[in-house]
């Protein structure tokens, strides 16, 4: 199938694009590399009488940096992350993150704006973003607006950008040089949406844990973190603590897990927090 008739618009400037979506309201779209947008165009699941084409916005490709942290413009490429071309904040984090999305083809085109506006539960940078403590930035017909990443997602698909909003990049702080991270998914094949995705990063007291690829956005695990921050080495007993524990951040979080939900997540929790501590991940119990 084709997408139904439409308009294009490639404009130059953010105030240009938001002039163009206000115009368009709810029939007017933004799309960047057009990896998710152009299919399901195609497949007449999204209906759009005008797209944007935020693609040639100059501002929005870039990136900067300082001492502090790291601002990734909206149109900067998966790709380019992953192959060192944008500074990295993470200690190789983010192009690890960025390497495993999708296929290459995808990351060619596909940004981390993009997946952001869009917010699939599955997708790899809600999850990274939260995790790094990062900061989205936007602009709209209100002027600019910003939110910690980990509040910028309502549910599935849904975030803090009304339909004129642009999405113009995430500000990132470094993380500090002896941090260690973990993150693993679970695809049923190579460059499939993940199942379940877990995320650590290990920095004493600022550790911070995150399920990814849930029902709607990513989950903070409060409890699991305070573990994280006191382990030093990986024994046999904490596979127990961290299950305890990320039953408690769940029930707390109000979200509904299956049995086999649960043990999805489980399973990337604790291979996740073993590569944090530098252990190549043991298959728990079970798995």
């Known amino acids: 199938m084709k997408p139904g008739a439409l308009a294009y618009f490639k404009p130059t400037t953010v105030t240009e694009a938001i002039g163009l979506l206000v115009e368009g309201g709810m029939d007017a779209k933004v799309i960047a590399g057009g990896q998710s947008l152009v ?117 599935a698909y849904t975030t803090q950008l009304d339909i004129s909003d642009v999405l113009t990049g995430v500000r990132i702080p470094r993380l500090p040089p002896d941090a260690t991270w973990g993150t693993y998914k679970l695809c049923r094949k190579a460059g499939e949406f993940a199942h379940a995705m877990a995320m650590v990063i290990s920095a004493g007291a600022r550790s911070r844990a995150f399920l990814g690829a849930t029902d709607g956005a990513p989950i903070r695990l409060m409890q699991t973190e305070k573990l994280v921050a006191d382990f030093r080495n990986w024994e046999s007993g904490h596979a127990a603590l961290v299950s305890q524990a990320l039953e408690a951040d769940i029930a707390e979080s109000g979200r509904d897990f299956t049995d086999i939900q649960l043990w999805q997540s489980r399973t990337c929790l604790l291979r996740s927090i073993q590569m944090s501590l530098g252990f190549e991940p043991v298959r728990p119990e079970g798995v």
């Open 39 to 155: 299919p399901m165009l195609n497949l007449r699941m999204v209906a759009a009488e005008r797209l944007v084409d935020v693609g040639g916005i100059a501002e929005m490709k870039q990136w900067s940096a300082d001492d502090r942290e790291i601002w990734i413009g909206a149109c900067v490429t998966h790709d380019q992350i992953q192959i060192g071309e944008v500074a990295d904040p993470s200690n190789g984090l983010m192009p690890k993150v960025a390497s495993k999305i999708a296929y290459q083809a995808v990351r060619n085109r596909g940004t981390i704006g993009g997946s952001l506006s869009l917010a699939d539960p599955a997708a790899d940078w809600l999850t990274t973003t939260a995790a790094l403590g990062a900061t989205i930035e936007w602009e709209g017909p209100d002027g600019k607006k910003s939110c910690p990443a980990e509040e910028f997602v309502f549910a």
